[in-house]
């Protein structure tokens, strides 16, 4: 019987691709590098794992080539792109850590999955999509793109105009059986990146994907479930949760209950364009069996989880 502890890391979009910085591979291999000190952390402890990750400026960076090339190649859609930044940046962590370990002495294997992801049908976020995607535009520039590529999309009142896509909520991974094997028999697993590939069951029980994106953290709190995981970690770019964030009577969390925080997220502490979709992936992770949550930063998680600051969630 396996003893060791099972874990999902969820790697913000911080990890690779930090605002402010120019989004090259080059850069992106060297933010992955980096991020491979807080994961090796985990596997020296002896844990099983699973890895996520954002993928929001390289699917963007995707997107903006597509366009870019509509004259001239055929164009791809969306489902196509999230598929291949999965597999992109799960190479750059792959390859990563694959030499970190090499660098530690340490036989542990690492394997990509790409990663389909069911979500209904009828979905409300399908009739309302409101997940921005893609670059700024002005009203002029982006009704004449929507009409070319039939895009929905909504103005940010004082910044501009984006595409929306549906957000479909995560129901099960489908090859959630052969990346559990995976983790028991201790390979570490990179899937269900930037949220996974989104599809749906048609009425004849084949699958079929489509123009969506699924929330990092909804998807990687449904792989824990499906896997088994005891431990959930959410690496993000802050040290701790927070109520009142922004305010004078701001206050940090340490440790906190699920109803207390199911209790905050009713009262609005944590918006559903910031920390709501953490804290709701955390809410769902423990709800379904799992014992602890914890959301801090990637800086944090690279030190030392025993020394700094973060946010422990417990039953």
């Not at 996520?52 to 400026?57: D, E, K, L, R, V």
């Not at 005891?230 to 004078?248: H, M, P, R, S």
Request: glycine share 10%; aromatic share 6%.
């Amino acid at each position: 019987m396996n003893t060791n502890k099972t874990a999902v890391i969820a790697l913000g979009g911080n990890a690779i691709s930090p605002k402010g910085e120019l989004d090259t591979i080059a850069n992106q291999f060297r933010n992955t590098r980096k991020s491979c000190v807080a994961i090796m952390n985990f596997i020296k402890q002896g844990y099983h794992l699973a890895i996520t990750h954002g993928n929001g400026p390289q699917v963007g960076n995707a997107l903006l080539r597509v366009e870019m090339a509509s004259d001239k190649a055929p164009r791809l859609p969306l489902g196509i792109c999230d598929a291949d930044t999965e597999g992109g940046m799960g190479y750059m962590i792959e390859q990563s850590l694959q030499n970190s370990l090499i660098q530690a002495q340490m036989d542990r294997d690492v394997v990509t999955i790409i990663t389909q992801i069911i979500v209904d049908a009828d979905d409300p976020s399908i009739q309302h999509p409101s997940k921005y995607i893609g670059g700024w535009y002005t009203k002029d520039e982006i009704a004449r793109l929507a009409k070319k590529f039939g895009w929905q999309i909504k103005e940010i009142p004082g910044k501009g105009w984006r595409r929306v896509v549906p957000s479909p909520f995560p129901r099960k991974i489908i090859n959630r059986k052969a990346i559990k094997h995976l983790v028991d028999l201790g390979i570490i697993v990179i899937a269900a990146g930037g949220g996974g590939i989104p599809v749906y069951i048609m009425e004849n029980g084949l699958y079929e994907g489509f123009d969506a994106v699924i929330d990092k953290d909804l998807a990687s709190s449904v792989l824990a479930r499906d896997i088994g995981a005891q431990e959930f970690f959410i690496l993000t770019d802050v040290d701790q949760i927070a109520i009142n964030f922004g305010k004078a009577n701001q206050e940090f969390i340490d440790t906190i209950r699920l109803d207390d925080l199911k209790a905050l997220l009713g009262e609005g502490h944590f918006p559903a364009g910031s920390m709501g979709p953490k804290i709701q992936a955390a809410i769902n992770f423990i709800e379904n069996g799992g014992k602890t949550v914890i959301i801090t930063s990637l800086e944090t998680a690279q030190e030392s989880l025993e020394s700094g600051k973060y946010t422990r969630i417990t039953p």
